[in-house]
Nanobody
């Protein structure tokens, strides 16, 4: 079973930046979808950004468009999330995930329930 390990979380002031990394224990190209989800206290886990590992197409939540960028390095089996212009509303635990989803679903607002493999999460706290 694939293992995912996130890193890069922390505490920053509003307007700051963080870069999250997710290292996978196997070749990420074996699965057609990777992504980042987040969960704030008392809220449901929500998709932040996803990427189709085949054609590289991406999907971003409206709340992060223009501020966050998802990318992957196949040689390193690593997924990244560059987060700029952070806001207090971005405060949450961020989770990395991957799986094989139905064609096109990866970039069509997939539910967290569609993914079987998850990292342990990394905390991101943005202060005003």
């Amino acid at each position: 079973q694939v293992q995912l390990v996130e890193s890069g979380g922390g505490s920053v002031q509003a307007g700051g930046s963080l870069r999250l990394s997710c290292a996978a224990s196997e070749y990420t190209g074996r699965h057609n979808c990777m992504g980042w989800f987040r969960q704030a206290p008392g809220k449901e886990r929500e998709a932040v950004a996803t990427i189709d590992t085949g054609d590289g197409s991406t999907l971003y939540a409206d709340s992060v468009k223009g501020r966050f960028t998802i990318s992957k390095d196949n040689a390193k089996n690593t997924l990244y999330l560059q987060m700029n212009s952070l806001k207090p509303g971005d405060t949450a635990i961020y989770y990395c995930t991957l799986d094989d989803l139905a064609f096109g679903y990866c970039v069509s607002a997939p539910s967290w329930a569609a993914f079987r493999y998850w990292g342990q999460g990394t905390q991101v706290t943005v202060s005003s």
